[in-house]
């Protein structure tokens, strides 16, 4: 009964057929003589033009009227009224995953009451809760107790989301269930290179509970660290150096972490495959097969909790004159807490700390909200937007504010249909659920729709937490980037008399100023931690994640509020309706542009860019084999060139068809229509299946689900991107042969990607 979905089976199992009757080639070879002048063009530096509505050119029998300018008239639609009452709605009661079909129900209901059809998609994935959890510090001996942590947030009076009773405890999602004692062994961030620093001072963490901080890595990666070094159990705690008073004034007096508040989140190894551990690579639904819990490779076995630097402080006071002196292990191993007079050392202790963490795991449903709106013309493409609905607490920034924005986003489209607009593509919605045990709702989704999705999705963009701050940030694949930096120059940026764009710009090149020359704001490549992850890295479809950002000190807790967000970061709510803006205004230019606004060329070039950091990773690589280097480089950068020619042969073929029939393809004569229609389908699938052919289906070595071949979340970064992954993997671990290999294949790739760009 679950997972039924989208109807689908109206949609066209295949895209047209690339042209290859004789009328297609006599226009293609239309296309090569004015190859040369628009390729003189595109070397001038003329980028590529966003797609405008053309009003004076609908006269004909193609249905091709868009007769006002969506994108116009949406932008003037979201409210701020509306975004602060969705806000209220979503903050107003917890939905941690599995637990709030209300929430489900209630975005449901929206969207239809905007006149899109929507529907509750369950899946059945394994989650766990907490039961039970304790930290203490007690003498081995004597079996005294000298400390009980709390593994509370306090009650803040006036905010009413931290007395909520069904606030969670101090908990980790899939963490493992354990009772452990041992002695602490204090290690930094618990990166593979603080571990290391630990081994090379002397000290072990071999059966330890092991202490370390928040930042730099992903904390499922700070756990399986741990577990490789043969620890019993992780404690993460908040460092007042990354996120609280060190950084400036705590809730409720500022924005910051306040001394009792801990980082909730996922512990899951993600970097193996991201989503529900018992059904990887496929969807988890209610009759699906499962692993048995023992075979899920991408959960660790130790079990882990968060801590506050309150509880955190008697655990690193305890270590003092232990071990070593932090200071001396390495740079940059002394948090925040000095301030109070801690001293940082690794131990171990010589008292003992005991590690409760009971939690229950289960099958549980989680419910993705799917809505649709159907495309006029093309409607077996699809644009898709998503955002998480699930939240460790109430959420006000992770994930509401985008969920918020998303309901608005309904509500503008909703409006737009009424006066008569039809979107060329099909556009999604989705409300995705469990996001925070690791983009659970979505990957199963993506893994039950791969088929469809790899056949028709042109592009998926995600709104996690939208706003958390006031800097816009943007990641995305290359591809996207004019598309980005036009939209942005179209919104409006808060308390500001200019664009989202241009305080963007500003803001990069006054805190750039060692740069000589100014450059157009950085859109760096995404690494994982999202509802991304299925779309980019699994299937191959380019993508854009986006947020307006600024420390966050609330992140995971209990004052991740409405009145935090109130209060700190957006009382008038002009952030949500820039960030609504934005959103809306991609998924309109992608669904509405007769022809795709991606840029190959970027892609080609951001290429050359990655192989020249893969080079450079190379040179300082001690184990150099020079002639495979060598060999494997010239054989990339030669793939990148092509790319980058066949980048300019598609830009060409797009100029002619504007320049000859016009984008919208509305000219007089049925067989010239249908001559156009066709170029553009081959242009546009050409463009979007771009990305697919990144997609190696072997996977990555030792993570097959990961299969994008220039890009992954790294393997001991998590959140942060790696370019070239197998690669530079290979490199690091000084394994030539595998270099090797995987330089062939992988130009082998970007070499096919090149071709098929080109045929038409
Ligand atoms: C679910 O969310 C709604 C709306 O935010 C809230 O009223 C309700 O109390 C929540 N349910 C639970 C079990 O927390
Ligand atoms: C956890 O282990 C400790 C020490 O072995 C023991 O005293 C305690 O009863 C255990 N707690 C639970 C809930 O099993
Ligand atoms: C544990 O208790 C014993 C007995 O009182 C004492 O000798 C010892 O110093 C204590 N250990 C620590 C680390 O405090
Ligand atoms: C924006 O322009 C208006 C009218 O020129 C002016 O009154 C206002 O102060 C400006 N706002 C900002 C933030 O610069
Ligand atoms: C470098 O790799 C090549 C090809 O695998 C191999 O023949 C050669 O012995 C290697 N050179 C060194 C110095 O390891």
Not at 216 to 241: C, M, Q, T, W
């Amino acid at each position: 009964m679950q997972s039924q979905l989208l109807p689908l089976s109206d949609m066209p199992e295949k895209l047209p057929l690339l042209p290859h009757s004789g009328r297609s080639s006599r226009s293609t070879h239309a296309a090569k003589a004015l190859l040369v002048m628009a390729s003189a063009l595109i070397l001038a530096g003329i980028v590529m033009v966003l797609c405008q509505c053309w009003s004076d050119l609908d006269h004909f029998d193609e249905p091709e009227k868009q007769q006002f300018d969506a994108l116009s008239l949406f932008l003037g639609i979201p409210s701020a009224e509306r975004l602060r009452d969705n806000l209220w709605y979503y903050t107003s009661g917890t939905h941690v995953a599995g637990i709030n079909r209300t929430q489900a129900v209630y975005t449901r209901d929206y969207f239809r009451n905007q006149g899109i059809s929507a529907d509750i998609v369950e899946y059945y994935p394994w989650l766990n809760y907490p039961v039970d959890q304790r930290v203490a510090l007690f003498n081995a001996t004597t079996s005294e107790v000298l400390f009980e942590a709390g593994l509370k947030e306090d009650v803040i009076p006036g905010d009413p989301a931290s007395s909520d009773p069904n606030n969670l405890p101090a908990f980790h999602g899939y963490s493992a269930d354990g009772n452990v004692t041992g002695q602490l062994v204090y290690a930094n961030y618990g990166s593979v290179d603080d571990f290391k620093a630990l081994k090379a001072a002397g000290i072990s963490v071999k059966d330890k509970i092991v202490l370390v901080r928040y930042g730099n890595l992903f904390r499922g990666l700070k756990v399986h660290g741990a577990e490789l070094e043969g620890a019993r159990g992780v404690l993460i705690y908040s460092d007042p150096a990354e996120d609280g008073y060190v950084q400036g004034s705590v809730y409720p007096e500022g924005p910051w972490r306040p001394e009792s508040s801990f980082q909730r989140g996922s512990v899951q190894r993600m970097t193996v495959y991201p989503g529900d551990p018992l059904t990887p690579g496929y969807a988890a639904t209610e009759d699906a097969p499962r692993l048995d819990p023992s075979k899920a490779t991408n959960i660790n076995h130790i079990p882990s909790l968060p801590l506050s630097h309150r509880d955190a402080e008697p655990l690193l006071r305890a270590l003092k004159g232990q071990g070593k002196q932090a200071s001396e292990v390495g740079d940059n191993w002394v948090g925040g807490l000095t301030s109070k007079g801690v001293e940082y050392w690794t131990g171990p202790s010589e008292l003992n700390v005991n590690l409760l963490n009971k939690v229950e795991y289960k099958t549980m449903p989680i419910q993705n909200v799917i809505a649709k709106i159907p495309g006029q013309k093309h409607s077996e493409e699809a644009v898709i937007i998503g955002n998480h609905r699930d939240a460790w607490c109430a959420g006000a920034s992770d994930p509401a504010s985008g969920s918020a924005a998303m309901l608005e986003v309904a509500r503008s489209f909703g409006e737009l249909l009424k006066q008569g607009w039809q979107p060329r593509r099909t556009i999604i919605l989705a409300s995705w659920d469990a996001e925070e045990y690791f983009a659970v709702g979505s990957t199963e989704w993506g893994e039950d729709k791969s088929d469809w999705i790899r056949e028709n999705v042109v592009a998926y963009l995600n709104l996690d937490g939208g706003v958390r701050g006031h800097n816009i940030q943007f990641k995305a694949t290359p591809n996207l980037r004019p598309l980005i930096y036009d939209v942005t120059k179209r919104v409006k940026h808060p308390h500001s008399n200019k664009s989202v764009y241009d305080m963007w710009y500003e803001r990069e090149n006054s805190v750039q100023k060692t740069h000589r020359k100014s450059h157009k704001p950085h859109v760096g490549p995404l690494g994982s931690g999202s509802d991304y992850t299925v779309f980019l890295n699994h299937l191959g479809v380019s993508s854009v994640d986006f947020k307006f950002d600024g420390g966050s000190g609330v992140y995971h807790s209990n004052y991740d509020s409405f009145k935090w967000m109130t209060d700190f970061v957006d009382p008038d709510f002009s952030y949500h309706c820039a960030i609504t803006q934005i959103w809306g205004a991609l998924t309109i230019t992608l669904a509405d542009a007769p022809v795709l606004p991606f840029d190959v060329h970027e892609y080609a070039k951001d290429l050359h860019k990655y192989i020249d950091e893969l080079k450079t990773r190379i040179t300082s690589s001690s184990r150099i084999n020079h002639t495979v280097a060598k060999r494997a480089l010239r054989q990339l950068y030669k793939a990148a060139d092509k790319l980058g020619t066949s980048a300019r042969h598609i830009e060409a073929e797009r100029r002619h068809l504007q320049k000859k029939y016009g984008e919208r393809c509305s000219m007089i004569g049925h067989h010239r229509l249908t001559v156009c229609s066709d170029i553009r389908s081959s242009i546009n699938s050409r463009l979007y299946k771009l990305e697919r052919d990144f997609i190696d289906p072997m996977g990555l070595p030792g993570r097959k689900w990961y299969r994008h071949v220039l890009v992954s979340p790294g393997k001991w970064l998590g959140y942060g991107s790696q370019t070239l992954p197998a690669l530079t993997e290979a490199v690091e671990e000084g394994d030539w042969k595998r270099f090797k290999a995987l330089a062939k294949r992988t130009s082998e790739i970007i070499n096919r990607a090149a071709w098929s760009l080109r045929e038409a």
